[in-house]
């Protein structure tokens, strides 16, 4: 039996990709602010925050890590609900992929965290810097710097498992495939149009946190 191609009933539910692929970018945008900012946190909190604090951020850290993104997300959504904090398939999302950048860009901002010179710690210690007036005028920016591709990187694959957040009906790109799929009965044409479409976005967004990196460690540093 031989298949017939028909990419044209792609174009029946082009405001369906539309959808999804807005509610992907809103997904990563959001989740990426606050999963380096709480990332950042943490970061500072396990190289130079108080002792009482390192033990929790570890252990969310390494909890975290060891666990799959889908079973933290299913957690979210179908777990929380027993203990009264019921959260929609978009809420349950947006959260679960900050807590899961969160912890993976912990990590890699504390490697940029133990690069810095000691001499640098000492010159602001001899201002009469406090710590955290250290980290943030003097540390954090050059830690930035040294690991914003591998952030960058971090960034792009959190995008790409975004595509899970389909399971807890968040209507996402890859949602709205499976629902074309299920209508249209074109799994190849539909999966095949969805993976080009994450491969731009995946691109495109590595090619903006470059330029963002230039803007604020090159560019804007030198104006």
Do not use: H
Not at 140 to 163: D, E, F, N, T
Not at 187 to 195: D, G, N, P, Q
């Amino acid at each position: 039996m031989n298949y017939t191609f028909d990419f044209s009933v792609i174009g029946d539910y082009l405001p369906v990709i539309w959808t999804g692929i807005q509610l992907t970018v809103w997904l990563i945008l959001v989740g990426a602010v606050f999963g380096c900012a709480l990332g950042v946190f943490c970061a500072w909190a396990r190289a130079l925050g108080p002792r009482w604090l390192r033990p929790p951020v570890v252990a969310y850290i390494e909890l975290i890590r060891n666990t799959p993104f889908l079973i933290q997300l299913f957690f979210i959504f179908f777990g929380l609900p027993s203990v009264g904090i019921k959260l929609s398939g978009l809420e349950a999302s947006i959260l679960a992929m900050v807590i899961n950048l969160g912890a993976y860009s912990a990590e890699i901002v504390r490697a940029g965290i133990e690069a810095t010179p000691r001499g640098q710690f000492e010159a602001g210690a001899s201002l009469a810097m406090s710590r955290l007036q250290v980290f943030r005028y003097i540390v954090l920016v050059p830690a930035l710097k040294r690991i914003w591709p591998a952030l960058s990187s971090q960034i792009v694959i959190v995008m790409l498992g975004s595509a899970v957040c389909s399971q807890v009906a968040a209507e996402e790109l890859t949602f709205a495939a499976n629902f074309i799929q299920s209508r249209s009965f074109r799994a190849f044409e539909v999966y095949f149009v969805t993976t080009g479409i994450y491969l731009a976005l995946a691109v495109a967004l590595r090619q903006i946190l470059r330029g963002l990196g230039w803007y604020l460690f090159d560019k804007g540093r030198r104006a």
